[in-house]
């Protein structure tokens, strides 16, 4: 059974640091991209960043600089590190894995594979 299971969300003040976690199950995790995604309320869910299965990254425009996306292969995890966090980065994040073209391909617009339960990161004063 495959299951992605998201961690390290919660509230944070503006200008504070989060890290997100996602272990994978189920799937031969080197063969997947990973991507994190995000939803806002009453928004359209878009990509945050996404990481080939050689370390290949893909980030949007709006988290350059302030994110970084990691894996761990041999442990089944994919890592979202976000520093200065603003209120607009307030969503659920949601992991996702990626099987097209063999995990080389990240940051789909329409990202095929699986689904995490989703995270929710909250910047607030």
């Known amino acids: 059974q495959v299951q992605l299971v998201e961690s390290g969300g919660g509230l944070v003040q503006p200008g504070g640091t989060l890290r997100l976690s996602c272990a994978a199950s189920g799937i031969i995790f080197n063969t997947y991209a990973m991507n994190w995604y995000r939803q806002a309320p009453g928004k359209q869910r878009e990509l945050v960043a996404g990481?080939?299965?050689?370390?290949?990254?893909k980030y949007a425009d709006s988290v350059k600089g302030r994110f970084t996306i990691s894996r761990d292969n041999p442990k089944n995890t994919v890592y979202l590190q976000m520093n200065s966090l603003n209120p607009e980065d307030t969503a659920v994040y949601y992991c996702n894995a990626d099987p097209a073209l063999t995990g080389m391909i990240a940051g789909r617009e329409r990202p095929g594979g699986c689904w995490g339960q989703g995270t929710q990161v909250t910047v607030s004063s």
């Open positions: 990481i080939t299965r050689i370390g290949g990254t």
